[in-house]
């Protein structure tokens, strides 16, 4: 079987793609996004509670005119709740002209993986169902859980605050 120069070429620049993943903490737990899912990384602002919003819903609050819910993940996946510090942060992530923040304790690094390091999670991690990790990733000794942002987005009783975002005039 003879194997063409173009699919070697191919299959190198595959081998060599490499992904960027934003990671961060929840409870000394390592997770991470793919970083074009992070729109940017902000400092806690006032944040405002919202009557009747679910428990990990920790309120909304108005980025340069955008106003968007905040989820603290950790109540979300019953994870122990950790105070603030002033390294705790908000992952300002975005996706279909729906914005949303995540309250992270810190932002460790943005690291640079091969697609192929990243495993599949065959069953939940901690109180992480399957639905919510893309993929396990060692790195050094570390477990990084790669978040599955597209099922945030759909999470029940979020979907009522997104589309009452849209209706507020700008």
């Known amino acids: 079987m003879s194997v063409s120069t173009a699919e070697i070429f191919n299959s190198q620049a595959k081998d060599k793609a490499e992904i960027q993943l934003v990671v961060f903490t929840l409870s000394g737990c390592e997770l991470a996004l793919e970083i074009q899912e992070v729109r940017e990384i902000i400092r806690v602002s006032e944040i405002t509670l919202m009557p009747k919003a679910p428990k990990y819903l920790e309120g909304i609050i108005n980025l340069r005119g955008r106003i968007f819910p905040v989820l603290d993940l950790k109540k979300r996946f019953e994870m122990p709740l950790v105070e603030r510090t002033p390294e705790t942060r908000i992952l300002v992530v975005e996706t279909k ?74």
Do not use: C, H, W, Y
Request: proline share 4%; net charge negative.
């Open 97 to 170: 002209d729906q914005m949303l923040g995540l309250l992270v304790d810190k932002v460790v690094e943005v690291l640079r993986v091969s697609p192929t390091a990243i495993e599949k999670a065959t069953q939940p991690v901690l109180n992480i169902t399957l639905d919510f990790v893309k993929g396990l990733l060692t790195v050094r000794d570390r477990l990084i859980i790669l978040f599955n942002m597209e099922k945030t987005f759909n999470l029940e009783g979020l979907r009522v605050v997104v589309d009452s975002e849209a209706a507020i005039p700008k």
